[in-house]
Nanobody, 123 residues
Framework: QVQLVESGGGLVQPGGSLRLSCVASGSIASINAMGWYRQAPGKERELVAAINSGGRTNYADSVKGRFTISRDNARNTGYLQMNSLKPSDTAVYYC?????????????????WGQGTQVTVSS
């Protein structure tokens, strides 16, 4: 089994910054893509940013130039640096990882989600 634990959310004023972290633990052979999603009240979950194992990134248009996704493969950790935050960024942010995990001599890929961390941007 694999667990993803997010941290770093909170309340911040418009224009402020937050850095989210996502630590993956368990029977991990490697992590392929990692991504951050968010879900605001009454809205569907949407992709914010993603990064593949080679470091290639993509972003939602709404966060380009303000958010930066990164990862530390040695620590099985992903990050989302969020700058110039707006009230419209308020949401629960979820980490997602496409994991190659092992069980004994068996290897298989599985998709995992974290529990979410609340980000509130308000004055």
């Amino acid at each position: 089994q694999v667990q993803l634990v997010e941290s770093g959310g909170g309340l911040v004023q418009p224009g402020g910054s937050l850095r989210l972290s996502c630590v993956a633990s368990g029977s991990i052979a490697s992590i392929n893509a990692m991504g951050w999603y968010r879900q605001a009240p009454g809205k569907e979950r949407e992709l914010v940013a993603a990064i593949n194992s080679g470091g290639r990134t993509n972003y939602a248009d709404s966060v380009k130039g303000r958010f930066t996704i990164s990862r530390d493969n040695a620590r099985n950790t992903g990050y989302l640096q969020m700058n110039s935050l707006k009230p419209s960024d308020t949401a629960v942010y979820y980490c997602n990882a496409d994991v190659l995990e092992y069980s004994g001599s068996l290897y298989y890929r599985k998709d995992y989600w974290g529990q979410g961390t609340q980000v509130t941007v308000s004055s």
